[in-house]
């Protein structure tokens, strides 16, 4: 049976927390370097994350803030279904909530440390990240006054880093998902509340948010987004992980592929709610305790600091440890056990001096180590682990079904699965 799982979820700043709530509270960093296109140049012993030449010529879409580029690069091969006895994949996907810059230069360094290691990411983009202040009365959200959000706006200057680095990310084969837009967690505006009809209008906004920004900004000197959003978006994260079950029916009906917005989810392979694939943060160890903590800095934050951004520095590298281990061990039971897929959510902050940030970079480069060691670890993103798991035949995914957190199949896989039967 799994342990007890503590959440202390600050009513306002709960999960979810992007780079606007970063600006608010003056949280500063260095900021990031490279090319304009967002493409880093080729280094010595490096892996080439270069863009091939494009094969088709760009098509711009709508008002010229997107458009239709070809088939995202660096993707990876078709999906296979697994053969009879082979061992499931290790998937590990990294996800951040917001996707802004802010100058902190978080953004960028999190692409850097994908693209070194190979990894794939999903960034659940706000829409009210590339709205500027000037025009927020453009933004009706439901049940909440027009123009307001609980995350704020971004300056112009971080509007303009935040488009190169979700061009950059695109480019780079990660996911670009939504966030939605105004984040509201407490009250009778709280997302909780909304019905299907509000979340269609909320993430029609989002998208249009997106795909406008040129037309709200006035800007015609940046590079457009190299993306069709309305085929791009597969999938979100609500705020404070709230409000899925009425966002459900609407995902459906815009044939998105899976939601991220459960809470509390368990290390084992996931089911289908609704007819979409149900990808929730998880209950991982926490060191040192006998409880389990959610898979995402903020409740890492909320279990070591009782939501208090700014401790005493010196609980700091005993905290950062602690957060990195709870992620390793996470990481380490599904992968010695069920190989149930592991999540982690983020946001580009620098909460207790950024020492969540070090913990993810710490987890992250461990499982790229254990893969380079040649385990079959993939490190995708939520798209990318949805391909894989609509490829698979449904007997061998309800077999995985059957095996408990931190289960390993008896007999080994070879004898797990082969008993699995086989389709016509």
């Not at 695109?170 to 509340?193: K, M, R």
């Not at 815009?254 to 943060?281: F, H, T």
């Not at 480069?365 to 380079?372: D, P």
């Not at 080994?412 to 082969?418: A, S, Y």
Request: glycine share 10%; net charge neutral.
């Amino acid at each position: 049976m799994p342990t007890t799982t503590r959440r202390i979820l600050s009513r306002r700043s709960a999960l979810g927390l992007g780079a606007g709530a970063a600006a608010a509270v003056g949280l500063t960093g260095c900021g990031g370097s490279g090319t304009s296109d967002g493409l880093k140049p080729e280094a010595a012993g490096s892996p080439t994350r270069r863009a091939p030449s494009p094969t088709v010529t760009a098509r711009p879409l709508g008002d010229g803030s997107t458009e239709f580029t070809g088939k995202q690069p660096h993707q990876p091969a078709a999906a296979e279904p697994l053969e009879p006895g082979q061992a499931p994949p290790q998937f590990v996907v990294f996800s951040w909530d917001g996707a802004g810059e802010v100058g902190n230069g978080l953004f960028p360094r999190f692409l850097e440390l994908a693209e070194e290691h190979d990894a794939h990411m999903t960034f659940f983009l706000s829409g009210l990240y590339l709205l500027p202040e000037s025009k927020k009365r453009l933004y009706e959200p439901p049940n909440n006054p027009r123009g307001a959000s609980d995350i704020g706006y971004l300056t112009d200057a971080h509007i303009k880093e935040t488009l190169k680095n979700v061009r950059r990310a695109w480019l780079d084969g990660h996911e670009i998902g939504t966030h939605f837009n105004g984040h509201f967690c407490a009250g009778s505006g709280s997302v909780a509340h909304w019905t299907p009809a509000q979340w269609r209008d909320e993430i029609d906004q989002a998208k249009k948010f997106v795909t406008e920004w040129r037309t709200n900004t006035g800007w015609t000197d940046l590079p457009a987004l190299p993306f069709d959003y309305d085929k791009e978006l597969a999938g979100g994260r609500t705020p404070c992980l709230l409000g899925q079950e009425n966002l459900l029916p609407t995902a459906r009906e815009l044939g998105w592929r899976y939601d991220a917005s459960s809470p509390g989810g368990r290390q084992v392979w996931p089911v289908k709610r609704d007819g979409i694939w149900d990808l929730p943060l998880q209950q991982i160890p926490f060191p040192g305790h006998s409880f389990e903590v959610l898979s995402m800095d903020y409740n890492m934050l909320a279990n070591q600091s009782v939501n208090s951004t700014k401790a005493p520095p010196a609980n700091y590298p005993g905290w950062r440890e602690q957060a990195a281990q709870s992620y390793i061990s996470g990481f380490r039971r599904a992968y010695e056990t069920n190989r149930a897929p592991f999540f982690v959510g983020n946001h580009f902050e620098e909460w207790n001096g950024g020492i969540y940030m070090d913990a993810v970079e710490e987890a992250l480069r461990h499982i790229a180590r254990e893969k380079e060691k040649g385990g079959d670890i993939r490190l995708v993103s939520f798209r990318q682990f949805t391909d894989w798991l609509d490829a698979q035949r449904p007997e061998v995914l309800g077999k995985l079904r059957t095996l408990e957190v931190g289960t390993a199949p008896a007999g080994g896989w070879k004898t797990f699965l082969k008993a699995a039967p086989t389709s016509a």
